[in-house]
């Protein structure tokens, strides 16, 4: 569908009606024109994951194929202490990874938990999504499965993060420290041609029981698209994200009218507002809607995501709605 068209159908579809729910904007990402692909992802490592995104993209891959890819950069990357390969580990000192993908043109969708021996969990996820009746593998059979689709095996736990877990069971020598952490890599691409997926990848919180998932390889949590109506990944407390089933929440709440921005800002209102929640709770989403608009916001503390329109790239910081001044 050529661009023009692609709005035209949009505003028929009644896209841009906004809500007037009193929920706050973080300022203005709503307003920019529209320019296509659009393609959002969480953290200011997300850039690289956009650019790669692009060029899949601008070689004819699919939204699919561009999540798929862009995540991976990250996934690469050992100097990131939070995704694949230079993830930290858990308690353990086992690094075990979380991946998503889905499909906003199917709503299908493949995820990998808690993930071992392989350093790009979401290229197992979008096999879990296309070789097996699945939705979601964990631990061993993750692994066995991911050496059956051809996967070799591979080490997860780089030096830099070995020497972090030494550190850490020096300080808690019973292993009993506190989970940290705050750092996946989500992303939504929105094609020129109206098609949307997502991916999430993360080595979910450092210092983890073992076994511990978090939102991001959770359909509805951590990442949710379909092509009707947008896309949302998020980042942040896995717990406290999947029990308002966040990304669902906002993809269902810009069904209704509302705008990314008002989207957001009402899911992570309910997270802040649950009862006995502590008030320094972090999350932050990024949301894409079918028309091109985007929005993004944060509670606790402060967030970065990376935005793509057309050929422009560029990462913007954003203030976390609770904090006063
Ligand atoms: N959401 C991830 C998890 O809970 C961690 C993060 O993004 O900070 O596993």
């Known amino acids: 569908m050529r661009r023009r068209d692609f709005l035209r159908h949009a505003a028929a579809a009644g896209i841009g009606c906004l809500a007037t729910s009193g929920v706050r904007s973080h300022g203005g990402s709503g307003d920019t024109p ?20 692009l060029s899949v993209l601008k070689s004819g891959g699919s939204a699919l194929d561009a999540v798929e890819r862009g995540v991976m950069t990250a996934e690469a990357d050992e100097s990131i202490s939070t995704v694949g390969y230079g993830g930290f580990p858990n308690r353990d000192g086992t690094v075990q990874l979380d991946a998503a993908i889905f499909d906003g043109s199917t709503l299908d969708g493949g995820a990998v938990c808690a993930l071992t021996g392989h350093r790009h969990p979401v290229q197992v996820a979008r096999k879990v999504m296309e070789n097996s009746p699945h939705l979601i593998l964990v631990g061993e059979g993750a692994s066995s499965f991911a050496i059956a689709e051809g996967f070799t095996h591979q080490e997860t736990l780089s030096e830099a993060a ?63 698209a ?33 705008s990314p921005d ?43 995501y990376a935005i793509t329109r057309g050929t422009e790239t560029q990462v913007v910081k954003v203030k976390p709605r609770n904090r006063k001044g």
């Not at 020598?173 to 997502?198: F, N, R, W």
Request: proline share 5%.
């Open 34 to 53: 529209p320019g296509f692909p659009v393609i959002i992802s969480t953290w200011p490592f997300g850039r690289e994951a956009n650019l790669e995104a």
């Open 162 to 224: 070995r020497a972090a877990y030494q550190k850490w069971r020096q300080k808690h020598p019973d292993g009993q420290g506190k989970a940290e952490g705050h750092d996946t890599l989500g992303q939504v691409v929105l094609a020129a041609s109206g098609k949307i997926a997502a991916a999430c990848t993360s080595s979910g919180m450092a210092w983890k029981l073992p076994g511990r998932v978090g939102d991001s390889p959770i359909v509805g949590h951590g990442l949710y």
């Open 226 to 258: 379909d092509d009707a109506v947008g896309g949302c990944v998020a980042t942040g407390v896995g717990e406290e994200i999947s029990k308002v089933c966040g990304s669902f929440l906002v993809i269902e709440l810009m069904r209704q009218g509302a």
């Open 262 to 304: 008002q989207a957001i800002g009402e899911t992570l209102d309910r997270i802040a507002r649950r009862p006995g929640q502590i008030p320094s709770i972090s999350a932050a989403f990024v949301a894409v809607a079918r028309d091109g608009r985007h929005g993004a916001g944060a509670i606790g503390s402060d967030f970065h």
